[in-house]
């Protein structure tokens, strides 16, 4: 579901997007230029680098968090299964947040 998510955004992004006469009038891109533009590298990397630290410091420094601490009697959803639940969830958010801001 996470890719239905991401693809289905994307999609009404570009679909939202009104055609103009002036995209027929640029001139042709040479088939060499780079797509990613220096400022857009940068971009991805800067958002990389804080959604792994992000990611990685709420999954080895969690005992902050109330109400997340691992239960391991707790045998019908699992060990950790609301630290674990609690990262999917900032992951997609994060993605969908970064697809906004990336448009």
Known sequence: WLNLIMDSAASIAL??????????????????DSIITKQMLMNMIGVAAYE???????????????DLQAHPTDLVTGFKSR?????FNIFVLMQVFNEYNAR
């Open 83 to 87: 630290h674990y639940t609690m990262l």
């Open 52 to 66: 792994v630290s992000l990611m990685m410091g709420l999954l080895y420094k969690y005992d902050w968090i109330p």
């Open 15 to 32: 679909a939202s997007e009104p055609p103009t006469d002036e995209l027929l009038e640029r001139p042709p891109v040479n088939r060499h």
